[in-house]
């Protein structure tokens, strides 16, 4: 299980810093002047400069992604019931995300700012397990109703 965890961590790793990179990319493009902002100002601020603040972002999304990377082998603890697994993986995910959010200032540092994240976080997070979990729940049936006609 550790081996799993730390080969997953490894893989998820990257693929943090790429969706970190595709997500200023975006904004970039929606902010439309012809320029790149890889971080938010106030970040810079705090790091003194842009590259700075870059190479602090930059480990901080390949943080983020091992710890998703690595919390997806709780998906496959099968003596685990699935309320228990949602809720250690949104537990881990949680505590792993939102402190690197704020220090990010991928939120702002207000009440409002960290309760909105929070929400849209967890919107997000059970958005998505409810799609998977109708989409395998599809998928098991179709396989059931295949096993029955065969």
Same mark, same amino acid.
């Given at each position: ?10 893989? +998820? ?14 904004? $970039? ?18 790091? +003194? ?6 190479? !602090?972002?930059?480990? *901080?999304?390949?943080?983020? +992604? ?21 809720? #250690?993986?949104?537990?881990? !995910? $949680? ?7 704020? *220090? ?9 700012? #960290? ?15 409810? $799609? ?19």
């Amino acid at each position: 299980m550790k081996k799993k965890v730390i080969l997953r961590s490894l893989i +998820g790793a990257p693929i943090g810093l790429s969706i970190s990179f595709i997500i200023t990319l975006i904004i $970039s493009v929606i902010i439309n002047k012809g320029e790149y902002y890889p971080v938010v100002p106030q970040l810079t601020a705090l790091c +003194g400069n842009e590259l700075n603040a870059v190479v !602090i972002q930059t480990i *901080c999304s390949l943080i983020y +992604g091992a710890a998703f990377g690595g919390a997806s082998v709780i998906w496959e603890i099968e003596n685990w019931s699935l309320l228990k697994q949602t809720v #250690i993986h949104c537990i881990v !995910i $949680s505590v792993s995300m939102l402190p690197i959010a704020y *220090c990010m200032y991928w939120m702002p540092h207000s009440f409002w700012g #960290i309760a909105g994240y929070i929400a849209i976080f967890f919107f997000i997070y059970f958005f998505i397990w409810f $799609s998977q979990y109708f989409a395998m729940k599809k998928r098991i049936q179709e396989f059931n109703d295949k096993v029955k006609s065969d």
